[in-house]
């Protein structure tokens, strides 16, 4: 199997205040994403170059409540705790070339996907391993304006490093980043926009 990275995961309590903090920070205008029927939740999506996006999510407050615990963590407290301070980098998302083990198929519109998601809802390691996804159908990047921002940097941090790094070995990943110690798990990323650095 061989991953790379497909997409950096950004939450925050609704999708207006995730809009205005990253517009804000980057300069450039959010794309329209959609809603997420199986887990009462809607984004927006930026391109990061013609590989890999970001996208904005949050609980749609228009949406009825899921039969199951929402994606990335959204239901839980802790997140609901962090995401009060403002939007977050919570999580990432890795691509692969076959469709992985026990993922959930999922569509919306065009748009045809398999995505790992633990039954709980959790984060894969407090959010520092990646989910993992197939595309049915062309990817994002595919399809989004290029607003001239680039991943520069994504640092995942963790109190056992080791294990994460044996996880991205045996996954073939192959897109850089950087797995450093840390007291608990964290996120980092540095985006480049109009040659300016941008930190998330």
């Known amino acids: 199997m061989t991953a790379h990275l497909d997409h ?3 939450a925050a309590r609704t999708l207006e205040e995730g809009r205005a903090w990253l517009e804000g920070r980057l300069g ?3 794309q329209a994403g959609g809603e997420h029927a199986a887990f ?3 984004n927006l999506l930026l391109s990061l170059g013609p590989s890999a996006y970001l996208e904005v999510i949050a609980v749609n407050p228009a949406a009825p409540a899921p039969s199951r615990p929402r994606w990335f963590g959204l239901d839980t407290p802790d997140l609901t705790r962090k995401l ?3 939007p977050a980098l919570i999580h990432w998302v890795a691509r692969t070339a076959q469709p992985p083990a026990d993922a959930l198929e999922l569509s919306r519109g065009e748009n045809r996907w398999a995505l790992t998601v633990p039954p709980d809802g959790s ?3 407090g959010g520092v391993a990646p989910s993992l996804i197939y595309w049915h ?3 994002p990047p ?3 304006p290029d607003a001239g921002v680039r991943l520069a940097t994504l640092r995942l941090g963790t109190p056992e490093p080791q294990p994460l790094r044996q996880l991205l070995d045996q996954l073939g990943f192959v897109s850089e980043v950087e797995v450093q110690e840390a ?3 964290e996120l980092w990323a540095a985006l480049e926009v109009a040659g300016e650095r941008v930190e998330l």
């Open 40 to 42: 009462g939740t809607h």
């Open 8 to 10: 950096l995961v950004i």
């Open 183 to 185: 007291p608990s798990a």
């Open 137 to 139: 159908t062309p990817p």
């Open 84 to 86: 009060d301070a403002g």
């Open 123 to 125: 984060l894969p390691l």
């Open 28 to 30: 450039v205008t959010m």
């Open 142 to 144: 595919t399809r989004l």
